[in-house]
């Protein structure tokens, strides 16, 4: 199917399931560096020589604020991310007293990225007011073992099985552009439907200095396109969020992959890169949401639509 059908066929189906819903969330990157994996793509692994910036976890306070933040910039959801492998100890037990901190005093929707946990550590999450946990499983299960050797693929899936086994809500998806292939992406997508997750996210990767993928070729728009469809197609009824990678990939684009079935961003920056100003994001929402609004339960691209993907190359 060209890639002007399957961008046709996945805002179809985003409107037909998911109306003109639009998710936001916001991310704080708190506790960054040193990470023992070895993930090709991240400058926060200790096997890689990076300017990222390195310091231990932040203080209930900070986080606390940035909550606050994220809420009035318009996100529905917050989360608290720390490198690593899996969080664990006092430091654990800190962010648990601040995930009790921000349910009482800031009053959004709590999500954690917290790296490789146990049932009894979901357990303890949720019952301080943790609502989603957020682990990506990056890649496909056949490609994964290129672009990671110090953990495994079925690693990641036992940590969602742990973190829904206590009844969290699951938000999962991966990186592409890594140099797999687009069986690899359908592939990925497929077990996130398999594993009943309630939110996708796709990065695409942004080739960073001092990591193996460093000199990586960017993934091209039309490929970007595709497989957000594709993930539109096979996860009818869920967000799908897109995060980091998709103001340098998509530059004057990214609308463009709206009007292929995703209905979610990240906003305020992501891990060690900084994002559009929330301002601008949430204007671009708006306009998404009136270019939505124009549609019939069951779109179709109008002639404008159609050159302008002409004009990309998209129809191939």
Same mark, same amino acid.
């Given at each position: 199917?060209? $890639? ?30 040193? $990470? ?111 672009? $990671? ?5 079925? #690693? ?58 460093? #000199? ?20 009818? #009824? ?24 995703? #209905? ?53």
């Amino acid at each position: 199917m060209s $890639c002007r059908q399957l961008m046709t066929e996945g805002l179809k189906t985003k409107l037909a399931h998911r109306s003109n819903s639009f998710s936001l969330c916001s991310i704080m990157n708190a506790k960054s560096g040193r $990470c023992s994996e070895d993930c090709r793509f991240c400058t926060q692994s200790s096997h890689y020589r990076t300017n990222t910036p390195v310091y231990p976890l932040k203080d209930t306070e900070e986080i606390v604020t940035d909550a606050r933040k994220a809420k009035e910039n318009g996100a529905n959801h917050f989360s608290i991310v720390t490198s690593g492998r899996g969080l664990h100890g006092k430091d654990l037990s800190r962010v648990i007293e601040t995930i009790t901190a921000i349910r009482d005093e800031v009053g959004i929707k709590i999500c954690a990225s917290l790296g490789i946990l146990k049932t009894e550590d979901f357990k303890r999450l949720k019952e301080s007011g943790l609502a989603r946990y957020h682990h990506n499983l990056e890649s496909s299960r056949e490609f994964f073992p290129k672009i $990671c050797s110090s953990h495994s693929f079925q #690693d990641r899936l036992d940590t969602i099985k742990a973190a829904r086994l206590v009844g969290l809500e699951i938000c999962s998806g991966g990186i592409i552009g890594l140099g797999e292939s687009e069986e690899d992406r359908i592939s990925l997508a497929l077990t996130l439907k398999e594993y009943d997750i309630d939110s996708a996210v796709l990065n695409i990767l942004i080739p960073l200095p001092g990591t193996p993928m460093a #000199d990586h070729t960017p993934l091209a728009v039309k490929d970007i396109l595709r497989t957000i469809a594709l993930f539109r197609l096979i996860l009818p #009824d869920i967000p799908l969020r897109l995060a980091a990678g998709r103001e340098t990939a998509l530059a004057d684009f990214l609308s463009s992959a709206f009007l292929a079935g995703a #209905d979610g961003m990240m906003i305020g920056g992501y891990l060690t890169k900084r994002g559009r100003s929330p301002e601008k994001d949430l204007a671009f929402v708006q306009d998404i949401k009136k270019i939505w609004s124009k549609r019939s339960p069951a779109p179709h691209l109008r002639p404008f639509e159609v050159s302008y993907l002409a004009y990309l190359g998209l129809e191939a």
